[in-house]
């Protein structure tokens, strides 16, 4: 029996459970608190600190300063908001102006999708 045959089929298993670390950086979204790629996660950085700041919605990731990580998704939106995550995350006290960010996440998000759906992730298509 070749020796390739093995190596396929102790690798085979994992193929289907998600391995991020051999794909790319991981952070964690403020909103729904799970683990996901930066790639499919949205950067955002505060502008400005004090009482008030501006959080700045950042898809390149080149932005300088301290960051978050968002789903771009209004489920994820709206649980930041609710808990009050994003001064948290940034590491500011004052008040966050998140009119750009929920623009931005409107914008990416396909009309018609329900904070169900958002927060029911879908890896497991046996189910
Ligand atoms: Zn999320």
Redesign the pocket.
């Known amino acids: 029996m070749p020796p390739r045959q093995e190596a396929d089929r102790i690798r085979g298993p994992r193929v289907r459970g998600v391995d991020f670390s051999e794909v790319g950086p991981v952070r964690t ?1 403020i ?4 683990r ?1 790629l930066t790639s499919q996660l949205l950067r955002f950085v505060a502008v400005g600190a004090g009482d008030d700041f501006l959080l700045q919605p950042d898809p390149g990731r080149r932005l300088p300063g301290r960051g978050a990580h ?2 771009p ?1 209004p ?2 939106f709206a ?1 930041a908001e609710r808990r009050r995550a994003f001064g948290r995350a940034l590491r500011l006290t004052g008040v966050a102006d998140t009119g750009l960010l929920a623009e931005h996440i409107r914008a990416v998000t396909p009309p018609g999708k329900t904070d169900d759906e958002a927060s029911e992730p879908r890896h497991d298509p046996a189910r």
């Open positions: 979204c909103g729904c608190r799970s996901a968002l789903h998704d489920a994820c649980q």
